[in-house]
């Protein structure tokens, strides 16, 4: 089945304590981005990879970091937690970086962060 | 820079009944395609409708449709003969190329029986 997979789905951490949200996809996409959702702003971009080894910051890149070693795989790093990071991350893949293709996303990462 | 609103924070409709949820946009770009997502509960992210700048036509998928004011900058979505199951947040979005999504702030559609 074609799907992004995102874990965990639920995280409870402290300020400061280092953390990984992966994410994986099986459809060959170059193209992968994380989001993140917050009441009343909707999602938002936070960085994106065109391809292996290419990655880019979104609107809202700080306190994030990511990484692109293979297609199938882009993990979201916070090296240092902070409570204003405690929000709803999701992982979206799609085909092609230069034309519209359809994106998927992942099933979303509560993450809390006291 | 691009930027999506949604102006109805929560709407509410009866079983069965029409509603509408309003979308405006801002670009400069002349050729782009427009979104509407459904995120029930469960926090999936379902594209429910596309809609593509160039195409004057206006985008339908069953019960869903779209009315597209390019010149205005206006992307509606209608929900006819609305369905318990259709009670989800639904985000407008859009992109110009490269893929980023710019999405609004969504808004939570109730669904009376």
């Known amino acids: 089945e074609a799907q992004v997979t995102q874990n965990p789905r639920y995280l409870i951490t402290v300020t400061g304590k280092k953390l990984t949200v992966t994410c994986s996809q099986n459809?060959?996409?170059?193209?992968m981005s994380w989001y993140r959702q917050d009441p009343g702003l909707g999602l938002r971009q936070i960085y994106y990879?065109?391809?292996?080894?290419?990655?880019d910051k979104g609107d809202v890149p700080e306190g994030y970091k990511v990484s692109r070693k293979e297609k199938r795989n882009f993990p979201l790093i916070l090296e240092s937690p902070s409570p204003n990071q405690t929000s709803l991350y999701f992982c979206?893949?799609?085909?092609?970086?230069?034309?519209?293709?359809?994106?998927?996303f992942g099933q979303g990462t509560r993450l809390t962060v006291v | 820079a691009q930027t999506v609103t949604q102006s109805q924070p929560e709407m509410s409709v009866q079983e069965a009944e029409t509603v509408t949820l309003s979308c405006t946009y801002d670009?400069?770009?002349?050729?782009?395609?427009l979104f509407w997502y459904k995120q029930p509960p469960s926090r999936q992210m379902i594209l429910v409708i596309r809609?593509?700048?160039?195409?004057?036509q206006n985008a339908t998928e069953n019960r869903f449709s779209v009315n597209f004011q390019k010149a205005a900058k206006s992307f509606s979505l209608k929900i006819s003969d609305s369905q318990l199951g259709d009670a989800a947040m639904y985000f407008c979005a859009y992109t110009h190329a490269g893929n980023m999504l710019t999405f609004g702030g969504g808004t939570r559609l109730m669904v009376k029986p």
């Open positions: 990879s065109m391809n292996v080894e290419v990655t």
């Open positions: 979206a893949s799609s085909f092609s970086p230069d034309l519209y293709t359809e994106a998927f």
């Open positions: 459809m060959n996409h170059e193209y």
């Open positions: 670009t400069s770009e002349s050729d782009y395609y």
């Open positions: 809609q593509e700048a160039y195409k004057q």
